[in-house]
T-cell receptor, first 111, second 117 residues
Framework: DQQVKQNSPSLSVQEGRISILNCDYT??????FLWYKKYPAEGPTFLIS?????DKNEDGRFTVFLNKSAKHLSLHIVPSQPGDSAVYFC??????????FGAGTTVTVRA | ETGVTQTPRHLVMGMTNKKSLKCEQH?????MYWYKQSAKKPLELMFV???????ENNSVPSRFSPECPNSSHLFLHLHTLQPEDSALYLC????????????????FGAGSRLTVL
């Protein structure tokens, strides 16, 4: 039973425009949410996280929004750059150490 | 070397072979993990070790056998695998288990791409 879903397997965006990646979860016990970024032939690297006590967290060009009532979070990348082309994984954590991952969204930034 | 290092990066094996995947972390972390990533599927947690003790075996078949000789090294021993075991196997580490203390940020290795013929 998949508790974290990324329903868009891919996203293509023009350089300089906004990329919006979406993630939905089903477990109301999740209270931390993370985004990881993965380049080909490399492991996923941590990008940004948000606690359930917040609804927004910003780090440079990356902002994560959390809507607890909808069990939905999104990652905004503004402006998108060619180096942002990668696979992005959403992950959620409850009251233990385990992370539940989504299947990933492949972002392609077109020059 | 820094971070999490996995060897080999690529492995092809027959169903009757015995092989091992190796992971080494140079971060001084106390927890280490094995994840499996199949194509277009979420990362699946396989095993977790905290301070060299196994704390999680996520219903993994016995043909996968983990070993953690010390807090810096983690192995995954492979024996009589099936073609459906072909996947990317990712090792990760974290400072602690982060039980309710905040987001459990994992540092991943680059993975070992396994193909079972």
């Amino acid at each position: 039973d998949q508790q974290v879903k990324q329903n868009s397997p891919s996203l293509s965006v023009q350089e300089g425009r906004i990329s919006i990646l979406n993630c939905d979860y089903t477990n109301s016990m999740f209270d931390y949410f993370l985004w990881y970024k993965k380049y080909p032939a490399e492991g996923p690297t941590f990008l940004i996280s948000i606690s359930s006590i917040k609804d927004k967290n910003e780090d440079g060009r990356f902002t994560v929004f959390l809507n607890k009532s909808a069990k939905h979070l999104s990652l905004h990348i503004v402006p998108s750059q060619p180096g942002d082309s990668a696979v992005y994984f959403c992950a959620a954590q409850g009251n233990d150490y385990k992370l539940s991952f989504g299947a990933g969204t492949t972002v392609t930034v077109r020059a | 070397e820094t971070g999490v290092t996995q060897t080999p990066r690529h492995l092809v094996m027959g169903m009757t072979n015995k092989k091992s995947l190796k992971c080494e972390q140079h971060l001084g972390h106390n927890a280490m993990y094995w994840y499996k990533q199949s194509a277009k599927k979420p990362l699946e947690l396989m095993f977790v070790y905290s301070l060299e003790e196994r704390v999680e075996n996520n219903s993994v078949p016995s043909r996968f056998s983990p070993e953690c000789p010390n807090s810096s090294h983690l192995f995954l021993h492979l024996h009589t695998l099936q073609p459906e075991d072909s996947a990317l196997y990712l090792c990760a580490s974290s400072q602690d288990m982060a039980l309710g203390s905040g987001a459990n940020v994992l540092t991943f290795g680059a993975g070992s791409r396994l193909t079972v013929l």
